[in-house]
């Protein structure tokens, strides 16, 4: 069952009834100021950082759910009745209802009462600021007399404390309003410098900002007292819940329609220039009043519209494909992008999107974000990589997060999750070879943020490899530590405590629990690092690595293999996990897609036999479970990934995030039709039609579907902001539809299914466009590459010079 439809001409899905299974939301802006907004409108904003510089408040698990948002309420003046046109919070039977989630924009419409009303929320580039531009249409063929009333709730700016130390902020909201521009300063008297404000193009009726005097006593969001009797207070928020409301009076004549602006924004002062007059407590708005002129103007809303999508469109062109599969066109020339972007801007911040404010950027997180959108934004990849390169530790280890709006590594979420440097060779390598940018490697750069600790970039990656080798286990794998990829997977923590996190619980190194899934990791990196020193004409650096690659490789030979699939670790005891000898957690996805994208088990059957494992007891129709089977019960020695009941996240979920490490596994052990399939059981677009059952949105990918032990098998949960976006994005382009950027060109090596006759594709690389025509003329992945009409050796189309138009023709059979 669908609740709404692709258009894809538009980059755009359609929502058309309110009541979808889950809030289906997309995500406003694309630099420093954000929004989560859903289908009926509901989400929240902040600036940069969704815990620490929130603006407006939230609740997620409320009833019902997904409460505070954008709203506007209208109220018809004849008959008295209100709703709110998009659904939410009044919750009326609107006469027809649309939500278009576009690329960084959101359009809500719906009829009541022969009243249109469509309102487009967006943040334009370049600034810190949404609009909300609502169009109101009499379809009567009378007058309308009408109210209009915005509604947010403020945060008191660091969400946490906002939702829990009340003793304080009961006491600490304070606002402003000034020509019908309502701002929020709560804490500007101290020690912050930034205010947020609510403007409104119209002239108002009134307004309010305390809560209590809108909705009155006891009422909620969806029968506020001053809409119901056309009437506001006028109300200055002291102390409380600070609020923004704005009333509007418009009497429109039949078939007349009247735009409205509402912008919500942030703005910073310097600190010595935060009072006018200055020895006052009043907001200096000499340098904010510009901008809220600027963007009441309709027309710079409908410039800065257009920008908007034209940014889009320039990004997304990049690379545009075209396959005989509907779904994979949509999701890799629109959607699968736009979600990588969007987990690269906000990490795992704003997420999950319920709350927002739980952690900063992941230090692996973002490595891997990274994979899905250095072609889009290869200046802000670069400064990415700095950054996180920055926090780490001279060590080689790294801090597992750090906060956007400091950029420090903090340990907040726990430390000593072994994997981490490693996936900070695998971005920059992504990095040089989608731009070439050679130099980054030599830039200096600090660990800890500490000045004086200087060294280049390179030197970064080669501590991260050094970090693994100076932690080698009995077996000579390397020491899994608080954890790997897998979070949840613990064989070193032994946590008794109810409700102690298990990611900051003391961690009883035992000095052997080791990581098979480490090691693949560790041999891919060291791959990339020795083909970066052979560049760089580094020999000696080359050598090492390699050694250091080959030993790991033998180690996971000797003792990672478990007779028909890789093992996943060896616990505390030095007991394997992940074995048929197991009673439970027999065979687990990681290290199989690992090892394999290491090119282990290539020459002697092992990664065939594990893929054929990972087929017979892994696959279910909604995608690859992460383990089998599940545990039943929780185990001290395992920790957090025995927690959850069967069936669930790390516990025999589909964790999303793991299947394109199969998907391209099975492309370089040759099997296009596999990979595909394992594509499309996964591909939010197919996974439409079961929006009852998968219950997520269907242009986006979501972090776990619900694996067979469950009930509630195949639906998904906690979509959005996910590593599933990118690995997605790198399995389809660079591996199924084989477009690969390498060190020295494009390489051209498709492992698409058997039945497809072909495709064509565009991609900018390196300041030329590559037009690709890739046809099908028999059954294998065997290719012919003709470029410019002319026949060339292997799969790598050497770098052209600049700005040129190149022809690839590409032959299978
Ligand atoms: C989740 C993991 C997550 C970890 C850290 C766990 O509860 O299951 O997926 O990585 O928390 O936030
Ligand atoms: C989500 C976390 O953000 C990610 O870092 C981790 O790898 C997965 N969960 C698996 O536990």
Redesign the pocket.
């Given at each position: 069952m669908r609740y709404g439809r692709f258009d894809d001409t538009n980059r755009e899905y359609i929502i058309t009834r309110p009541d979808t299974p889950l809030p289906w939301v997309n995500y406003l802006g694309t630099e420093a100021f954000f929004g989560i907004i859903s289908n009926t409108a509901g989400g929240y904003s902040f600036y940069r950082d969704a815990r620490l510089r929130r603006l407006t408040r939230y609740r997620y698990n409320n009833v019902p759910m997904d409460v505070g948002g954008r709203y506007i309420y209208l109220r018809d003046a004849a008959s008295g009745e209100f709703w709110s046109p998009s659904w939410q919070p009044t919750r009326c039977n609107l006469e027809s209802y649309v939500c278009r989630h576009g690329l960084s924009y959101t359009i809500i419409g719906s009829t009541y009462l022969g009243i249109a009303a469509q309102t487009c929320y967006f943040v334009p580039l370049g600034e810190n600021l949404e609009i909300w531009q609502a169009t109101i249409t009499n379809l009567r063929e009378t007058a309308a007399s009408l109210s209009v009333f915005s509604a947010i709730e403020f945060a008191l700016w660091d969400a946490w404390d906002d939702a829990t130390n009340y003793q304080r902020n009961l006491s600490t909201g304070e606002v402003e309003i000034e020509d019908g521009v309502i701002y929020h300063k709560t804490e500007y008297r101290e020690r912050r410098d930034h205010f947020a404000y609510f403007a409104c193009s119209e002239p108002l009726v009134g307004f309010d900002t305390q809560r209590e005097a809108f909705l009155g006593p006891y009422a909620g969001w969806d029968r506020p007292q001053a809409v119901e009797r056309d009437q506001m207070s006028n109300s200055i928020a002291h102390g409380w819940f600070p609020i923004g409301s704005h009333h509007v009076r418009l009497v429109l004549p039949p078939g007349e329609s009247h735009s409205i602006i509402f912008l919500l924004g942030y703005h910073q002062n310097p600190p010595d220039q935060k009072f006018d007059p200055p020895h006052s407590q009043t907001i200096n708005k000499v340098t904010v009043r510009p901008i809220i002129s600027r963007y009441l103007d309709p027309h710079h809303v409908q410039a800065a519209f257009n920008a908007l999508r034209a940014r889009w469109s320039e990004l997304l062109n990049v690379i545009q494909v075209e396959t005989p599969d509907e779904h994979t066109n949509r999701m890799v020339n629109i959607w699968n992008a736009y979600q990588c972007m969007v987990t690269f801007n906000l990490s795992r911040s704003a997420s999950m999107f319920e709350a927002g404010v739980s952690?900063g950027i992941g230090f692996r997180d973002s490595n891997q974000d990274l994979l899905g959108c250095v072609h889009m934004m290869p200046e802000r990849a670069r400064e990415r990589i700095l950054d996180i390169a920055t926090t780490q530790i001279e060590d080689g280890g790294a801090y597992h997060q750090y906060q956007p709006l400091t950029k420090r590594g903090n340990d907040a979420?726990g430390s000593n999750f072994n994997d981490d440097p490693l996936w900070l060779v695998l971005s920059v390598a992504a990095y040089l070879k989608e731009t070439g940018d050679w130099a980054i490697l030599d830039v200096p750069v600090q660990f800890e943020n500490r000045p004086g600790t200087e060294a280049p970039l390179y030197e970064h990656l080669r501590r991260s490899l050094r970090y693994t080798l100076a932690r080698l286990g009995p077996h000579g794998l390397p020491l899994i530590g608080r954890a790997d990829w897998n979070?949840?997977l613990n064989l070193n923590t032994f946590s008794e405590e109810p409700g102690e996190s298990f990611?900051t619980a003391a961690n009883r190194e035992s000095g052997i629990a080791e990581s098979i899934f480490i090691a693949g990791l560790f041999v891919l990196a060291a791959k990339e690092l020795a083909q970066i020193a052979t560049h760089r004409g580094n020999s000696a650096d080359r050598e090492w690595i390699l050694e250091a690659s080959n030993e790991m490789a033998r180690a996971v030979a000797s003792y990672g293999w478990d007779g028909e699939w890789f093992l996943r670790a060896y616990d505390a005891f030095g007991e394997p996990i992940g074995s048929h000898r197991c009673e439970e957690g027999q065979i687990f996805i990681e290290p199989q897609g690992m090892c394999l994208m290491a090119g282990l088990g290539l020459d002697d059957g092992r990664a065939a036999q594990a893929l054929r494992s990972v087929h017979d007891r892994l696959a279910t129709p909604h995608g690859i479970i992460l383990q089998q089977p599940a545990y039943s019960r929780y185990y001290l020695h395992l920790g957090?990934i025995s927690s959850y009941p069967p069936g669930f996240?790390?516990n025999a979920g589909i964790f999303c995030h793991t299947n394109p490490w199969i998907m391209i596994a099975e492309t370089i052990a040759g099997s296009g039709d596999r990979a595909f399939d394992y594509y499309q059981r996964l591909n939010p677009s197919v996974r439409e039609s079961i929006s009852e059952i998968h219950r997520c949105e269907p242009y986006v990918y979501a972090q776990m579907v619900a694996g067979r032990d469950a009930p509630s098998h195949g639906e998904a949960k906690n979509s959005w902001l996910t590593g599933t976006a990118a690995w997605n994005y790198v399995a389809i382009t660079q591996w199924i539809l084989g477009i690969r950027p390498t060190y020295d060109g494009l390489e051209i090596a498709p492992a698409i299914p058997s039945n497809w006759a072909g495709f064509t594709a565009r991609r900018t690389f390196r300041g030329a466009t590559y037009r690709i025509v890739v046809v099908r003329d028999g059954p294998g992945n065997a290719i012919s590459l003709t470029v410019n009409g002319q026949p060339i050796e292997g799969t790598v189309v050497c770098l052209p010079p600049q700005n040129q138009e190149i022809e690839i023709k590409a032959v299978l059979r």
């Amino acid at each position: 069952m669908r609740y709404g439809r692709f258009d894809d001409t538009n980059r755009e899905y359609i929502i058309t009834r309110p009541d979808t299974p889950l809030p289906w939301v997309n995500y406003l802006g694309t630099e420093a100021f954000f929004g989560i907004i859903s289908n009926t409108a509901g989400g929240y904003s902040f600036y940069r950082d969704a815990r620490l510089r929130r603006l407006t408040r939230y609740r997620y698990n409320n009833v019902p759910m997904d409460v505070g948002g954008r709203y506007i309420y209208l109220r018809d003046a004849a008959s008295g009745e209100f709703w709110s046109p998009s659904w939410q919070p009044t919750r009326c039977n609107l006469e027809s209802y649309v939500c278009r989630h576009g690329l960084s924009y959101t359009i809500i419409g719906s009829t009541y009462l022969g009243i249109a009303a469509q309102t487009c929320y967006f943040v334009p580039l370049g600034e810190n600021l949404e609009i909300w531009q609502a169009t109101i249409t009499n379809l009567r063929e009378t007058a309308a007399s009408l109210s209009v009333f915005s509604a947010i709730e403020f945060a008191l700016w660091d969400a946490w404390d906002d939702a829990t130390n009340y003793q304080r902020n009961l006491s600490t909201g304070e606002v402003e309003i000034e020509d019908g521009v309502i701002y929020h300063k709560t804490e500007y008297r101290e020690r912050r410098d930034h205010f947020a404000y609510f403007a409104c193009s119209e002239p108002l009726v009134g307004f309010d900002t305390q809560r209590e005097a809108f909705l009155g006593p006891y009422a909620g969001w969806d029968r506020p007292q001053a809409v119901e009797r056309d009437q506001m207070s006028n109300s200055i928020a002291h102390g409380w819940f600070p609020i923004g409301s704005h009333h509007v009076r418009l009497v429109l004549p039949p078939g007349e329609s009247h735009s409205i602006i509402f912008l919500l924004g942030y703005h910073q002062n310097p600190p010595d220039q935060k009072f006018d007059p200055p020895h006052s407590q009043t907001i200096n708005k000499v340098t904010v009043r510009p901008i809220i002129s600027r963007y009441l103007d309709p027309h710079h809303v409908q410039a800065a519209f257009n920008a908007l999508r034209a940014r889009w469109s320039e990004l997304l062109n990049v690379i545009q494909v075209e396959t005989p599969d509907e779904h994979t066109n949509r999701m890799v020339n629109i959607w699968n992008a736009y979600q990588c972007m969007v987990t690269f801007n906000l990490s795992r911040s704003a997420s999950m999107f319920e709350a927002g404010v739980s952690r900063g950027i992941g230090f692996r997180d973002s490595n891997q974000d990274l994979l899905g959108c250095v072609h889009m934004m290869p200046e802000r990849a670069r400064e990415r990589i700095l950054d996180i390169a920055t926090t780490q530790i001279e060590d080689g280890g790294a801090y597992h997060q750090y906060q956007p709006l400091t950029k420090r590594g903090n340990d907040a979420i726990g430390s000593n999750f072994n994997d981490d440097p490693l996936w900070l060779v695998l971005s920059v390598a992504a990095y040089l070879k989608e731009t070439g940018d050679w130099a980054i490697l030599d830039v200096p750069v600090q660990f800890e943020n500490r000045p004086g600790t200087e060294a280049p970039l390179y030197e970064h990656l080669r501590r991260s490899l050094r970090y693994t080798l100076a932690r080698l286990g009995p077996h000579g794998l390397p020491l899994i530590g608080r954890a790997d990829w897998n979070d949840c997977l613990n064989l070193n923590t032994f946590s008794e405590e109810p409700g102690e996190s298990f990611q900051t619980a003391a961690n009883r190194e035992s000095g052997i629990a080791e990581s098979i899934f480490i090691a693949g990791l560790f041999v891919l990196a060291a791959k990339e690092l020795a083909q970066i020193a052979t560049h760089r004409g580094n020999s000696a650096d080359r050598e090492w690595i390699l050694e250091a690659s080959n030993e790991m490789a033998r180690a996971v030979a000797s003792y990672g293999w478990d007779g028909e699939w890789f093992l996943r670790a060896y616990d505390a005891f030095g007991e394997p996990i992940g074995s048929h000898r197991c009673e439970e957690g027999q065979i687990f996805i990681e290290p199989q897609g690992m090892c394999l994208m290491a090119g282990l088990g290539l020459d002697d059957g092992r990664a065939a036999q594990a893929l054929r494992s990972v087929h017979d007891r892994l696959a279910t129709p909604h995608g690859i479970i992460l383990q089998q089977p599940a545990y039943s019960r929780y185990y001290l020695h395992l920790g957090e990934i025995s927690s959850y009941p069967p069936g669930f996240k790390e516990n025999a979920g589909i964790f999303c995030h793991t299947n394109p490490w199969i998907m391209i596994a099975e492309t370089i052990a040759g099997s296009g039709d596999r990979a595909f399939d394992y594509y499309q059981r996964l591909n939010p677009s197919v996974r439409e039609s079961i929006s009852e059952i998968h219950r997520c949105e269907p242009y986006v990918y979501a972090q776990m579907v619900a694996g067979r032990d469950a009930p509630s098998h195949g639906e998904a949960k906690n979509s959005w902001l996910t590593g599933t976006a990118a690995w997605n994005y790198v399995a389809i382009t660079q591996w199924i539809l084989g477009i690969r950027p390498t060190y020295d060109g494009l390489e051209i090596a498709p492992a698409i299914p058997s039945n497809w006759a072909g495709f064509t594709a565009r991609r900018t690389f390196r300041g030329a466009t590559y037009r690709i025509v890739v046809v099908r003329d028999g059954p294998g992945n065997a290719i012919s590459l003709t470029v410019n009409g002319q026949p060339i050796e292997g799969t790598v189309v050497c770098l052209p010079p600049q700005n040129q138009e190149i022809e690839i023709k590409a032959v299978l059979r």
